[in-house]
């Protein structure tokens, strides 16, 4: 009788000691994969992020409703006018991301999609027959660290294009003038030229 309990004992003991080694050796495997699902995440949501604020900006840009905001962080070789300021800003702010891991482009293409340096309009309450659009480069992150390796060098960058309307009164009867921020260190705007790189257009 004592042996059979003894033998049970020894047993259940054996089979806790497996239970905790195979906690052990699992439980830091199944905490990178949390980590890295929460990074992931983190990033995927940045990415959609990017493309919003591209379209936002691109959308307001088109009729100069650009917001009062031009006191962000810009990093250009030159301070771009007030309305182009105003315009980063505002898609600085739709990120919801940390302004200096934001970088904004704008330009503008005629009828042809080709560049075009002639986007404003003849006079005070016309419109004009180009399309603006609007670049927006951000920083990819790894909030753990766990994917630092893979993610500090990377960039989610997105595009948007809109043919543009009226300006807004307030606006003087302008579009914001094309500009550039500096790109994120490594990284440039060559996803971010005319349909038609070759050649310019007229409007």
Same mark, same amino acid.
């Given at each position: 009788? %004592?042996?059979?309990?003894?033998?049970?004992? /020894?047993?259940?003991?054996? /089979?806790? +000691?497996?239970?905790?080694?195979?906690?052990?050796?699992? %439980? $830091? #495997?199944?905490?990178?994969?949390?980590?890295?699902?929460?990074?992931?995440? #983190?990033?995927?949501?940045?990415?959609?992020?990017?493309?919003?604020?591209?379209? /936002?900006?691109?959308?307001?840009?088109?009729?100069?409703? #650009?917001? =009062?905001?031009?006191?962000?962080? *810009?990093?250009?070789?030159?301070? !771009? $006018?007030?309305?182009?300021?105003? @315009? %980063?800003? @505002?898609?600085?702010?739709?990120?919801?991301?940390?302004?200096? &891991?934001?970088?904004?482009?704008?330009?503008?293409?005629?009828? =042809?999609?080709?560049?075009?340096? =002639?986007?404003? $309009?003849?006079?005070? +309450?016309?419109?004009?027959?180009?399309?603006?659009?609007?670049? #927006?480069?951000?920083?990819?992150?790894? @909030?753990?660290? @766990?994917? +630092?390796?893979?993610?500090?060098?990377?960039?989610? /960058?997105?595009?948007?294009? *809109?043919?543009?309307?009226?300006?807004?009164?307030?606006?003087?009867?302008?579009? $914001?003038?094309?500009?550039?921020?500096?790109?994120?260190?490594?990284?440039?705007?060559?996803?971010?030229?005319?349909? &038609? !790189?070759? +050649?310019? &257009?007229?409007?």
């Amino acid at each position: 009788m %004592f042996r059979r309990q003894h033998e049970r004992t /020894e047993r259940r003991g054996g /089979e806790r +000691g497996a239970a905790l080694a195979e906690f052990a050796f699992c %439980f $830091p #495997v199944f905490l990178l994969l949390m980590m890295a699902v929460v990074d992931m995440g #983190v990033n995927y949501g940045d990415k959609v992020e990017t493309a919003h604020a591209a379209r /936002e900006a691109a959308r307001a840009g088109s009729v100069s409703k #650009v917001g =009062n905001d031009s006191s962000c962080s *810009i990093t250009a070789a030159s301070t !771009p $006018p007030t309305l182009t300021r105003q @315009l %980063f800003c @505002l898609a600085k702010a739709r990120t919801h991301m940390d302004p200096t &891991d934001v970088r904004v482009k704008v330009f503008y293409e005629g009828v =042809n999609g080709k560049l075009t340096t =002639n986007y404003q $309009p003849a006079a005070a +309450g016309s419109s004009s027959t180009a399309t603006i659009v609007v670049c #927006v480069q951000s920083r990819a992150e790894s @909030l753990s660290g @766990l994917l +630092g390796p893979f993610l500090d060098d990377k960039v989610h /960058e997105s595009k948007s294009l *809109i043919k543009t309307g009226l300006p807004a009164a307030t606006a003087s009867g302008q579009y $914001p003038t094309a500009a550039e921020e500096t790109p994120i260190p490594g990284h440039d705007w060559s996803f971010c030229s005319a349909e &038609d !790189p070759v +050649g310019t &257009d007229a409007a």
